[in-house]
Nanobody, 125 residues
Framework: QVQLVESGGGLVQAGGSLTLSCAVP????????MGWFRQAPGKEREFVAA????????YYADSVKGRATISRDNAKNTASLQMNSLKSEDTAVYYC??????????????????WGQGTQVTVSS
């Protein structure tokens, strides 16, 4: 079973930046598509960003486009999500996800096979 462990969440002021990390211990993630989702209180889990397993292709939700960057370090088996110009509406639990097959640019939950436990991001205004 693939285990994902997020870190890097916390409290940040509006306009600030944050980098979330996703470790995949014991696995080689070079063939995994990686994604980030988030869930705000009382809302459905929503797509944030995706990174294909090859070619460096990315896809972002409109709500974060231009403010977020998803990346991976295959040597360290980690994926990251950098968020800039944070807004109060970015407050949510952020989840890392891995797609073990396909192109890895999935934008819905069912495109992914493994999930982390989530890390809280709170943006104060």
């Amino acid at each position: 079973q693939v285990q994902l462990v997020e870190s890097g969440g916390g409290l940040v002021q509006a306009g600030g930046s944050l980098t979330l990390s996703c470790a995949v211990p014991g696995r080689t993630i070079g063939s995994y598509g990686m994604g980030w989702f988030r869930q705000a209180p009382g809302k459905e889990r929503e797509f944030v960003a995706a990174l294909a397993w090859t070619g460096g292709r990315t896809y972002y939700a409109d709500s974060v486009k231009g403010r977020a960057t998803i990346s991976r370090d295959n040597a360290k088996n980690t994926a990251s999500l950098q968020m800039n110009s944070l807004k109060s509406e970015d407050t949510a639990v952020y989840y890392c996800a891995a797609a073990l097959g396909g192109t890895g640019l999935g934008r819905v939950r069912t495109d992914y096979d493994a999930w982390g436990q989530g890390t809280q991001v709170t943006v104060s205004s």
